[in-house]
């Protein structure tokens, strides 16, 4: 699993090459850079990985963070993917309806897959763990108690570790809360989505007003526990002024955080695949609505949250399709599970490819430039231990765009100057090592592209 590119792609050698770029892999949405910084579904030029090359790059990764030649920051993310009910409007992995034995098969593989990367991550100290799905909470009270004790048995976690949760109104009972408390959980986000009673009747089934308000009411009797609650707009048969009084139902119950979604009909949600689509006038309606909140939660004393969950350098993922992160050297996740039954106890499959510095140095200005449009060079320095203008695999490629008039470079970082989307993109590929943009090539199609639906995330300004 060595990686082999070179530390500066000979293709990048000046700006001409901005039109020669693989037109395959200029349509891709930067989201299908790897490693952990996008739809974790979409791992698609990944190539078939064994347990064996998996843990040895891990190996490899545990002594240069023991040895502190690269951050220490380490996060563990699990995937449960077993829902009581489907919803046509998610995007992440999800089997609904499964019965307790195919679920107990789930749970075996998770608590099987974490003892077996326990020996090889001795001396490293997690600063994160997060269990999202799926419905987490679907696991009942004696499920996450099973789980959170062979994660501490397996790890060694931090004195003030985050520990985050997702759950539902659903799936969570007086017992299910003290599970979350007696296992140290910091952090819970409840999906409650919507009260429209047309969504509920075919969405979250098994959530109304009512049980929506006992399971936000048992959380927030937790103290110290940080609870976020989610709303989405968008939905089949949902009304703005349904949402307007959701969001008003929310606000009256002050959690710490509220996050807002507009309904994003991604590849592989049940909406899209049954041949439904949103026209323009709809996805403007969505952006428009859910923007329109922000006065209105920063009237009731909320605030842009600059808190929120941070991806860590290395990261473990457990379950199907969760994506993992061994920094310097692997990139891998388990395929989905998407709707098949849990056959048996086994630790699912393996896709990856190889990394190196030199990858990860890309990687940090391409998510970098997708987010913001500006990759920080004191974030670079505290990443990699050197300047930016110092690294040839990101500098080069970083003047060649300077040269182009599409990119600033200095010692603060690079910033964009590309006018069009389309020209932005082009300048965020122009970082692709070659093993990558062989990878995007041989693939065939243009991958995930997401509508770019808005998201806010807010906290309370007296937490």
């Known amino acids: 699993m060595a990686a082999t590119d070179p530390m500066v792609p000979t293709e990048l050698g000046d700006a001409r090459t901005l039109t020669g770029v693989r037109a395959s892999a200029a349509a891709l949405c930067d989201e299908d850079y790897p490693p952990v910084d996008g739809d974790y579904q979409n791992r698609t030029y990944f190539q078939p990985v064994a347990l064996a090359g998996v843990l040895a790059a891990w190996r490899r990764t545990a002594r240069l963070i023991v040895s ?19 919803c046509a409007y998610c995007y992440c992995d999800r089997r609904a309806g499964a019965d307790a034995a195919e679920r ?11 003892r077996t990367f326990a020996p090889v991550l001795r001396g490293v100290v997690f600063s994160q763990v997060q269990l999202y799905g799926g419905t987490p909470t679907d696991l009942g009270a004696a499920g996450l108690d099973r789980l959170f004790a062979e994660v501490r048995a397996s790890f060694a976690l931090r004195p003030d570790a985050s520990l ?25 986000d409840i999906g409650v989505d919507s009260l429209d009673a047309a969504v509920l009747a075919r969405e979250r ?8 308000d006992g399971a936000l009411r048992l959380l927030l009797q937790i103290p110290g526990l940080d609870v976020g609650v989610a709303l989405l707009f968008g939905l089949e048969g949902q009304t703005s002024a349904s949402f307007v009084r959701d969001l008003g139902w929310v606000l009256r119950r002050r959690p710490r955080r509220i996050l807002v979604y507009g309904f994003d009909p991604r ?16 996805r403007e309606r969505i952006a428009r609505t859910v923007l329109a909140t922000r006065p209105v939660l920063e009237a009731a004393g909320y605030r842009a949250d600059e808190s929120g969950w941070r991806p860590t350098s290395s990261l473990l993922g457990v379950g199907w399709s969760a994506m993992s992160r061994a920094f310097g050297s692997l990139w891998y996740q388990h395929p989905p599970l998407d709707g098949r039954p849990v056959a048996d106890g086994a630790i699912p499959p393996f896709l990856g490819m190889s990394s190196s510095m030199a990858e990860e140095m890309r990687g940090y200005v391409v998510r970098g430039l997708f987010a913001g449009g500006r990759a920080d060079a004191a974030g670079f320095r505290a990443a990699f231990a050197r300047d930016m203008t110092a690294a040839p695999a990101v500098s080069r490629p970083a003047r060649a765009l300077e040269r182009a008039g599409l ?19 082009r300048a965020r590929s122009f970082f692709y090592s070659p093993s990558v ?26 937490s």
Request: hydrophobic residues 40%; glycine residues 10%; contains cysteine.
């Open 164 to 188: 985050c949760v997702e759950t539902s109104a659903a799936t969570l009972d007086e017992s299910v809360a003290r599970s979350l408390v007696n296992n140290g959980v910091t952090r819970v």
């Open 68 to 86: 502190g030649r690269v951050p220490g920051d380490v996060g563990l993310y699990i995937h449960w993917p077993f829902c009581p009910t489907p």
């Open 437 to 462: 943009r062989r990878a995007l090539a041989s693939r065939g199609a243009a991958g995930f592209a997401s509508s770019g639906a808005p998201c806010l995330s807010y906290s309370r300004g007296d």
């Open 267 to 282: 590849p592989q949600t049940a909406f899209a695949r049954s041949g439904a689509a949103l026209d323009a006038p709809a």
């Open 407 to 425: 990119a600033r470079f200095d010692d603060d970082g690079l910033e964009l100057t590309a006018a069009t989307p389309a020209l932005r993109a």
């Open 104 to 114: 107990r098969r789930g749970l075996d593989a998770l608590l099987l897959e974490l």
């Open 205 to 212: 089934r098994g959530q109304d007003e009512r049980s929506a």
